[in-house]
């Protein structure tokens, strides 16, 4: 019986966990978005699509991620959890929500501060992935496709990671979204710093601060 109330409750951190970290990963977006100094590669190519199409950012997510969904659920559905459809459904919405906030918030920024909040977007967004990472509950269609292409193709996962990363990026770049410092870093940089929150923050929230962490980070493919 306390094994099934324990197994409840981590159930319920996790779920948690991962709703939080599309929630923030969303916000971050946004503000990146709104400092003009390049998104993570994936945002870069729904900003490009978006900015090409016209239509609703809600609905340009939901659109690149369906297809690429469709291709996860046929090659390797196991990928496939709660979060991933949370990601599809709600992600969009999310950065769509926010854009005009930090537009309206923050105008005519300044080289040092628009630096200064480029560090939060950074830091937001590991934590953010972070907390998605340790909830366990299914990876972004994103994600998904280069764990995908380094099992079938036997290819190491990094050199999946970047080849997927370098296409989305020249196709936002080409469709007029921004790339810069902000792209290269998440692209690039943002390892160490998942693994820091996963570490002393996400680990804590969802074992306690009495179990070893880092080491329940889903999908390991490296």
């Known amino acids: 019986m306390k094994q099934r109330s324990a197994d409840r409750t981590i159930l319920c ?9 599309i929630l923030l990963t969303g ?3 946004a503000l990146f978005n709104t ?13 490009g699509v978006w900015y090409v199409t016209g239509i609703p950012y809600r609905f340009v997510y939901m659109l690149v991620n369906g297809l690429l969904l469709a291709g996860v659920f046929f090659l390797d559905r196991h990928y496939i959890g709660l979060a991933t459809v949370l990601n599809l ?3 969009g919405s999310i950065v769509e929500l926010f854009m005009p906030v930090f537009d309206s918030w923050l105008p005519g920024l300044g080289l040092g501060v ?3 909040f480029l ?3 950074v830091i937001l967004m590991c934590f953010a992935a972070s907390l998605y ?4 509950l299914g990876v972004s269609t994103y994600d998904a496709w280069a764990l995908i292409l380094s099992k079938k193709k036997n290819f190491p996962f990094k050199l999946c990671r970047i080849s997927t990363d370098i296409v989305c990026t020249a196709a936002g770049f080409l469709m007029g979204a921004v790339v810069g410092v902000g792209t290269v870093i998440t692209a690039l940089g943002m390892g160490p710093f998942i693994e820091f929150f996963n570490k002393t923050c996400s680990g804590p929230m969802l074992y ?3 179990r070893k962490t880092g080491e329940n980070r889903p999908f390991r493919a490296d």
């Open 89 to 91: 459904l709600f992600m």
């Open 114 to 116: 628009k630096l200064l």
């Open 35 to 47: 400092i003009a100094f390049g998104t993570d590669p994936f945002s870069c190519l729904t900003l």
């Open 208 to 210: 306690g601060t009495g």
């Open 13 to 21: 951190r996790r779920v948690i966990m991962a709703v939080a970290g």
């Open 133 to 136: 990472f340790t909830a366990d």
């Open 27 to 29: 916000i971050s977006v």
């Open 119 to 121: 560090c939060l977007a």
